[in-house]
């Protein structure tokens, strides 16, 4: 998408974008991520397994890195406050759920420790490289206002987010905690019925002579299905 202001769509949609003028929100965005990130670090060593713990570790400091990555180069735009306060304080629910969810329980399974890794792994590259193929295909100028279709996005609309909830369900997964699968749910729930209509309403309005098209021919979220 192009370094433009999202404006109010009428339906409820409150995409904004404002050109980045400095690195403070960013700045901020990390300090909290490595606070959120120490936090749960102190919770897994003190009380969860070693490999589990290694593990559940492991995956807070790819997830991190990849949010401040986006942060700081994937997105042209300054970060909301929304992005600074509800969005790290729901990641530290989340982060919070797990290790709890962990605590006390026994050694990782081999079956738990390459299925958890597999999803995780395998959700991770479905929102980075998608991210990646769009941002590149974006930078080309003569792709400047189109909507962009190719890559993993043509298999999902939102391919990023359906990414999200696979890692996010190989981590409860790695957590050995059953109610843990409210995480999955829930983040697939946030997308499915509240992110992606706010974000196409948005997109129908820019992309008007291409999005109809996209459409007809592409799920929303979950490849084939929805």
Avoid at 144 to 165: E, H, M, P, Q
Wanted: charged share 15%; with cysteine.
């Amino acid at each position: 998408m192009d370094n433009a202001q999202y404006q109010d769509m009428g339906s409820g949609a409150t995409f904004r974008r404002t050109a980045r003028e400095s690195t403070i929100r960013a700045n901020m965005f990390a300090i909290e991520c490595a606070a959120v990130l120490i936090l749960y670090w102190y919770f897994l060593q003190s009380y969860v397994s070693w490999k589990r713990c290694s593990l559940l570790l492991l995956f807070g400091i790819v997830y991190m890195a990849r949010l401040n990555i986006m942060a700081r180069w994937l997105l042209p735009r300054e970060l909301a406050m929304e992005e600074l306060t509800v969005v790290i304080a729901w990641i530290a629910c989340i982060l919070s759920s797990i290790s709890i969810g962990a605590a006390c329980r026994g050694e990782i399974s081999f079956l738990q420790f390459w299925l958890a890794l597999v999803l995780y792994s395998f959700g991770s590259w479905l929102n980075s490289w998608s991210e990646l193929q769009r941002k590149w295909w974006k930078a080309k100028p003569e792709n400047k206002g189109r909507c962009y279709t190719l890559g993993l996005f043509a298999w999902s609309r939102n391919i990023n987010y359906f990414g999200d909830v696979i890692l996010f369900a190989g981590w409860a997964i790695a957590s050995d905690c059953w109610w843990n699968v409210w995480v999955p749910v829930a983040m697939g729930a946030m997308f499915y019925f509240y992110h992606i209509p706010d974000k196409e309403a948005y997109l129908s309005e820019r992309y008007k002579s291409e999005w109809p098209g996209y459409v007809s021919s592409t799920k929303s979220f979950i490849p084939f299905v929805c």
